[in-house]
Structure formats: structure tokens, C-alpha cells
């Protein structure tokens, strides 16, 4: 019983962590203990328990999969993503430029985490700008602001928004800002809009059963161009959360009260992950 509420509380974590660009729920099962148990449990979906379920061995594919880990997991996953879409969304309507210099502050933190013991060459280097030249390119105010809402674009956006979600270091919501899809994902949670949602979880359960696979690979295979190209991404990115725009450019932010509680709100994000990550290494 202990361990299945350890389980809910990773999940709760978790979810509240993938609500927010930035953190990754897959940093937090990393420093709670629980990546493998996650990995390995996504894993278990695979061809032969499609091909007992598909062929009427319900029971030998369903005791296939760990769901005495699973199901707390996701339980508390879904709890905190519920609880906090309105939240969010209010912040992001109240305190637009404060919300986003918080995001700004945590994915610095996230890249200085995710580059602490890396031993990096010169070719990695070369990597982590392409992956930073790439995502400033891509995250421009024209392709954020224009990108649709339709239905195949939600189930690519589910597709690679759901993997990057079990990643330590990049996050599910910052993909979702990426793509210019995080306020109305966050939106069709928030009111419960099962269409979007639907076709969402299903590019996300796709992802999570192949794309993950060739990550994973890359991980084992390259690890070093892998991080080096994810840091580079997350660099990048910061363009998408700078809290001032001028149009489709970047602008200086205004020099009065409004700039104080910004940088506040940006050193706090930089601390959160930072004292999270000395904790757990301390314990």
C-alpha cells in the first residue's frame, strides 16, 4: 500500500511538472526513482501484447503490463494536469509577462541541469548550435503565431509532445509552446473538450509506443550528441518564452515596476530546479 501512494505522489509530481514548460515530468521520475519502473512498464506495450489483446488473450496481454505502478502513475498524472489547466491559463491572462519570465528562469535552470557533469567535444558543440540555430529559427513569431489547430496537427503535436514528456531535461509543455499549441491543449483541459483531447492522447499514445523506441536508442547509442542536441533545443526555445515582443521581433523590456516582479518571477524559476535537484542529490 506504501508503495502504491509513493507511486500517486510521483505521479502528482509529475503532472504538475508537465503542466509547465520547462520542467519535465520525466526529470522528476528520474530524481524520484521511478524512470526505469516507467520506462519499462511504456516498454510493455509492445508486439506481443497487441497480439494477444488483438487475438482475444485479454488476460495474458493485460498481465503483461505492470499496473500496479502504472495505474497510480497515471492517476496522479491526470490529477494534477486537471487541477492546474485553470490556474495556468488565469496567470497566463492575469500575469502574462511575470508567468513567462518564470518559464524563461526554468529552462535556463533546465539547461544548466542537464549540461552539470557532461563531458562535451568540439563536434557536440557543433550539435548544440544546430539544435539551437534549428529551434530559433523555427520558434520565429511567424510560424509560433500561425500554426493550426486542426486535427492532424494536434495528433502530431500529441505525438511529439507525449515523448518528449518522459524525457529528463525537456519538457511536454515546452514542445507544446514549440509548436504554439500549450494555451489551447491547456484550454481544451481546462473545459474539457473530449475532441481535442482524443485526438491529442492518440498522437501522444503513438509517440510514446515508436518515436520513444528510436530515442531511447539514441540515448544508448549517442548519448553525448543526444544531450548536447536537446540542450542546444532548449536554447533555442528561449525565444518562445521571452516575456516581451514587439510584433514578430524580440523587445527590451520596459524599465519600471513591471520589470522587477519579471525578474523575480525568472530568479525564482531559475531556483526552483536548481534547490529540487540539490535536495534529491543530498538525500
Avoid at 22 to 48: E, R
Avoid at 114 to 137: D, E, K, N, P
Avoid at 240 to 260: C, M, T
Wanted: proline share 5%.
Amino acid at each position: 500500500m506504501f508503495e502504491k501512494l509513493r507511486y500517486l505522489l510521483c505521479g502528482l509530481a509529475m503532472g504538475a511538472a508537465d503542466v509547465v514548460p520547462g520542467v519535465s515530468g520525466g526529470t522528476i521520475a528520474y530524481i524520484t526513482g521511478i524512470y526505469d519502473q516507467l520506462l519499462n512498464a511504456i516498454k510493455a506495450f509492445n508486439a506481443a501484447f497487441f497480439r494477444d489483446f488483438f487475438t482475444g488473450q485479454w488476460k495474458r496481454a493485460l498481465g503483461r503490463v505492470p499496473w500496479g505502478f502504472l495505474l497510480p502513475v497515471l492517476l496522479g498524472v491526470g490529477t494534477s494536469i486537471f487541477s492546474l489547466a485553470k490556474l495556468t491559463l488565469y496567470l497566463l491572462k492575469t500575469y502574462p509577462h511575470e508567468l513567462w519570465a518564470f518559464f524563461f528562469g526554468l529552462i535556463m535552470a533546465s539547461i544548466v541541469l542537464m549540461s552539470r557533469g557532461r563531458s562535451f567535444r568540439g563536434q557536440h558543440y557543433a550539435v548544440m548550435a544546430v539544435g539551437a540555430a534549428l529551434t530559433w529559427w523555427l520558434t520565429g513569431a511567424g510560424a509560433l503565431n500561425g500554426m493550426p489547430h486542426s486535427y492532424p496537427y494536434l495528433f502530431g503535436a500529441g505525438f511529439i509532445a507525449l515523448c518528449a514528456m518522459i524525457l529528463p531535461g525537456i519538457s511536454g509543455s515546452f514542445m507544446l509552446v514549440l509548436m504554439g499549441q500549450y494555451t489551447h491543449i491547456l484550454s481544451a483541459v481546462a473545459h474539457f473538450r473530449v475532441d481535442v483531447l482524443a485526438v491529442f492522447a492518440a498522437g501522444g499514445v503513438m509517440g510514446l509506443m515508436t518515436f520513444s523506441r528510436v530515442l531511447s536508442a539514441c540515448f544508448r547509442k549517442f548519448p553525448a550528441a543526444t544531450n548536447a542536441f536537446l540542450i542546444g533545443v532548449m536554447a533555442g526555445s528561449l525565444r518562445v518564452v521571452w516575456p516581451w515582443h514587439r510584433g514578430p521581433s524580440l523587445a527590451l523590456p520596459p524599465f519600471d515596476g513591471s520589470l522587477l516582479c519579471a525578474a523575480g518571477a525568472c530568479a525564482l524559476g531559475v531556483a526552483l530546479p536548481l534547490v529540487v535537484e540539490a535536495i534529491a542529490t543530498r538525500k
